[in-house]
């Protein structure tokens, strides 16, 4: 049963850091890529990050290039998002998702994601 699960959430302060993984069981090879969601309260979700195959083509929203960093290890079958320098306006349920590719060019879209994780909640806060 193909399943993904997310963990590393929670509370931090604003200029802090945490860093999510999503971790990847049932499904045998590595063809899919990654790509990191989020949904703050009251409004629509909205793709973060993604990440190919072979980690060759990642991409980010404006909001986050620069502080967040999507990275995978195949062999663990795992992918993460460091978020770094977080702000208020990261809080929300962030959730990762596979699709068959990363657009590379732009944050991901969420049409192209089949199947998702349950979310993981990160909130920022002093």
């Known amino acids: 049963q193909l399943q993904l699960v997310e963990s590393g959430g929670g509370l931090v302060q604003p200029g802090g850091s945490l860093k999510l993984s999503c971790a990847q069981s049932?499904?045998?090879?590595?063809?899919?890529?990654i790509g990191w969601f989020r949904q703050a309260p009251g409004k629509e979700r909205e793709g973060v990050s993604c990440i190919s195959t072979t980690g060759g083509i990642t991409s980010y929203s404006d909001s986050v290039k620069g502080r967040f960093t999507i990275s995978r290890d195949n062999r663990e079958k795992r992918a993460y998002l460091q978020m770094n320098n977080l702000k208020p306006e990261d809080t929300g349920v962030y959730y990762c998702?596979?699709?068959?590719?990363?657009?590379?060019?732009?944050?991901?879209?969420?049409?192209?994601?089949?199947?998702w994780g349950q979310g993981t909640q990160v909130t920022v806060s002093s």
């Open positions: 049932g499904l045998q090879g590595d063809y899919y890529a």
């Open positions: 998702a596979m699709a068959p590719y990363c657009r590379g060019n732009v944050a991901p879209v969420e049409s192209d994601y089949d199947f």
